[in-house]
């Protein structure tokens, strides 16, 4: 019956610190940013390892023709690559964590 209990104790600290790692990584991914540019470098978005857009950069140009539409366009498209690339930083940086594990729901409550 000890046995059993000490077993019990050890996975709660293991569960213990895998919660604080995961709490640290959620940290440090808020510090980590990914950009991406399309249109040729005319629109670029960056975004944190939240999943939060934390820039965004139009070149001038851009606007000057007067094509608001496709503006829209680049602005959409950098920011959804820069929040797949944020995505797939944050992935690989649980995983490290979970060793390989499928934890549901952790990335999903990044940008709490």
Partial sequence: METKMKGMTDILKMAQKAQADIAALQDELADKTVEATVGGGMVTAVANGRQQIVG????????????IEMLQDLVVAAVNEALRQAQAMANEEMSKIAGG?????????LGK
């Fill in 56 to 67: 965004l950069t139009i070149q001038p140009e851009v606007a000057g023709g007067g094509d």
């Fill in 101 to 109: 594990l499928k934890l549901p729901g952790v990335l999903g409550n």
